[in-house]
């Protein structure tokens, strides 16, 4: 099996330079197809920009080049856009659902908690992240809910694929954010979304990263510690992170 590391959104700070980042999506050979986690912007975002990326623009670099859109980017590693019949999602926000469009036939699978909040009203300032016309064409969702299992510490529910997969709540980014792990051959990935900064980095005030990312940093960085065979990814990647597959 291989686990394709995607940069599906370019966004980079002016200051410090060398800071150049893009958005971790993964494409995950499984017994039912490749399963997509997390999308980055859609086709149509590259042509209607949403307010939050002309927004982005104006304060970071944010070049939206089209070819960074998943759907482009599983073609080219061979698939058509119907081969993917299910897509994982840590979150709601634009920059990693905005390509549900792109794939019309398949299933969603998300936190119940996530996909209320994108359906609900906007309460918090991260919630002007949800764009609603990306579930315009009425997707299929399948939505989970805590049943009591556990992925090594973690609360967690068992995904419907082999290899092994994980849908792990950390709350806190969005209210129902969650991470993914996934079984390899040797040991596991767990992509940790925005739950916490690139590499889980400590460069940044600890208050900060749980005011934007939610309280899971500290806790993903002992975990990682204590676990150095379990390779953790986050929901933005330095750019040269992406010349890899795992």
């Keep these: 099996m291989a686990i394709h590391l995607l940069n599906c959104f370019t966004c980079s700070l002016h200051v410090p330079a060398h800071w150049q980042t893009g958005m971790l999506g993964l494409l995950v050979d499984t017994d039912q197809g490749p399963v997509l986690v997390d999308t980055g912007p859609g086709q149509d975002d590259y042509v209607h920009k949403t307010g939050i990326i002309r927004t982005l623009q104006t304060i970071m670099i944010v070049p939206m080049n089209p070819e960074e859109a998943a759907v482009y980017q599983v073609a080219q590693l061979g698939y058509k856009p119907e081969d993917v019949r299910n897509i994982v999602l840590t979150h709601m926000h634009f920059d990693h659902c905005g390509g549900l469009p792109d794939f019309p036939q398949a ?140």
């Design 107 to 246: 299933t969603m699978h998300v936190h119940r908690r996530e996909h209320e909040a994108f359906m609900g009203r906007r309460r918090r300032w991260t919630d002007l992240a949800y764009v609603r016309r990306h579930t315009a064409h009425q997707p299929e969702f399948i939505l989970y809910d805590d049943v009591g299992e556990s992925w090594f510490d973690f609360a967690a529910m068992r995904l419907p694929f082999e290899p092994e997969m994980w849908l792990v709540p950390l709350f806190g980014h969005s209210p129902g954010h969650c991470g993914v792990a996934i079984k390899t051959e040797t040991s596991w990935m767990f992509h940790a979304g925005d739950a916490a900064p690139i590499g889980l980095g400590e460069y940044a005030p600890e208050w900060l990263v749980s005011f934007v990312l939610g309280p899971h940093s500290a806790r993903l960085r002992e975990f990682s510690a204590a676990h150095p065979e379990i390779r953790i990814t986050t929901g933005h990647m330095w750019l040269d992170s992406f010349e890899d597959t795992q």
